[in-house]
């Protein structure tokens, strides 16, 4: 990661044009902004200016550990991709940076299938963010469905990249997210003053788990 992101991210930058964009002006000189921010609330609202002011800038722009928020059932969840790039025409690229191996132009199915269902989160989160960034009226900055996985080429130390196209990792993880039954409904159903603080006695702790009907899912019981 450190390799393929050095010298302002030369060598990723290269690779997202060549895999991802080659009709685009070629990235010679490209903007990394300090993402620097206290916590991850604004460690996000950072990453999300970053990014606007990427989109109206119209340049190559690389976004080392992005901070994002994806909702999750009524609270937000915060993801850290290994960086965001984003293109001369504002379309914004996922790039997933793994360990394994690329051999020939190719690596282990399940190995990227994984690092697919995640990069698809990562867009799902970006979506969030382009949705937000963009004023009444005006088209969101497009996302794009097809991310940059980075491997080691041959057990080497050079970078080997190919182009993955997540858009059915993203469309089931999106029907998974909208499923999930959401943190309010859950706690509008508990018994009023129950409270579950690991501070509270252990007579009183047992007692509000002890109001709290049990309930399993399948998995819990094979």
């Not at 990453?47 to 937000?76: C, I, N, Y």
């Not at 959401?182 to 706690?187: N, P, V």
């Amino acid at each position: 990661e450190a390799r393929v992101k050095a010298d302002g991210g030369a060598e990723l930058l290269r690779l997202v044009h060549q895999r991802l964009d080659p009709g685009a002006e070629p990235p010679h000189e490209a903007q990394v902004p300090d993402l620097t921010a206290t916590g991850p609330e604004g460690r996000a609202a950072r990453t999300a200016l970053a990014l606007r002011e990427a989109t109206a800038a119209g340049a190559w722009t690389l976004l080392d550990h992005p901070m994002l928020a994806l909702d999750v059932a009524g609270s937000p969840a915060f993801l850290e991709p290994d960086a965001v790039v984003v293109h001369p025409d504002g379309a914004w690229t996922v790039v997933e940076i793994k360990s394994f191996p690329m051999l020939d132009g190719s690596a282990d199915p399940a190995k990227v299938g994984a690092a697919a269902r995640q990069a698809a989160v990562y867009v799902l989160a970006l979506e969030e963010v382009a949705a937000r960034c963009s004023p009444d009226g005006v088209p969101p900055p497009r996302v794009r469905h097809r991310v940059l996985l980075v491997c080691p080429k041959d057990f080497s130390n050079l970078p080997a990249a190919s182009a993955v196209d997540v858009r059915k990792q993203r469309a089931v993880t999106a029907r998974q997210l909208a499923r999930l039954t959401r943190l309010q409904e859950i706690a509008d159903l508990l018994p009023e003053g129950v409270c579950f603080s690991p501070e509270l006695p252990a007579e009183r702790l047992t007692a509000a788990v002890e109001a709290v009907p049990a309930a399993y899912a399948p998995e819990c019981l094979a």
